[in-house]
């Protein structure tokens, strides 16, 4: 099955559609660092099979509005192949993989499998594979305080990890740019006061409420919270 889908994709484009509502059109590139970048448990995928597998490569094909992504490499007597399809910019489902030329049962366990080695060999010494190291001082570990979420810990209560970034592993780093604001964070004038940081509501000059004087809306793909970051990580 996974042979047979192959050679269609191949025969297919190879310059991936874009399946971004903004203006920015998701490339190969970033389909590619999609699945290499997804965190499962705090490990990158990319970083699990590329562990357990050498002469990995990536690659994306398209059949028509659908996006697949390719992965394979190994050595002969342990090699492997897996197809995904991409459901989003940033989420794909596991369609297909085969094992020493054999058809796995279940696509994902080649994958899950690599991410359990990575993770039992790359275990952070520091946080002991916690992620953390110390109790928040500012709210003595309670994730509140003066009555409102932590901001020193973000409410968790704990320091994160320095050293593993708080994932208990230690992994590549896959922060990159939002390319659908060019890493600003931001997506024009705020719609609510158009830039002016100011509405009027019965009859007093406000503070605009969306956003906080600030004058511009934030970018909805990297910044949905409100608060611009500028930034994609896909954990």
């Known amino acids: 099955m996974l042979a047979t889908l192959l050679c269609l994709l191949l025969c297919l484009a190879s310059a991936a559609p874009a399946l971004a509502a903004q203006d920015y059109e998701w490339t190969a590139d970033d389909y590619i660092w999609t699945m290499r970048s997804k965190r499962v448990n705090g490990v990158p995928i990319g970083d699990a099979i590329e562990d357990a597998f050498a002469n990995v490569e990536w690659s994306v094909m398209t059949d028509g509005t659908d996006v697949y992504g390719v992965c394979a490499g190994g050595v002969p007597g342990d090699d492997f192949s897996l197809l995904v399809r991409f459901t989003s910019e940033f989420s794909f489902e596991f369609v297909a993989c085969q094992r020493d030329g054999r058809e796995q049962e279940n696509p994902s366990q080649l994958t899950l499998e690599a991410l359990q080695a990575y993770a039992q060999s790359h ?73 002016s940081l100011y509405v009027l509501q019965s009859g007093m000059l406000l503070l605009c409420p969306d956003c906080t004087g600030s004058g511009v809306a934030t970018c909805p793909v990297c910044s949905p919270g409100g608060i611009a970051m500028g930034y994609l990580t896909n954990s």
């Open 123 to 195: 275990r952070c010494d520091v946080c002991a594979g916690l992620g953390y190291t110390d109790a928040c001082m500012n709210c003595a570990g309670s994730g509140f305080a003066f009555g409102k979420q932590c901001l020193a810990c973000g409410g968790s209560g704990r320091y994160l990890c320095k050293t593993c970034r708080g994932f208990g592993v230690m992994t590549n780093d896959y922060t990159r740019a939002c390319p659908f604001c060019d890493g600003t964070g931001e997506s024009g004038a705020c719609p609510t006061c158009g830039g």
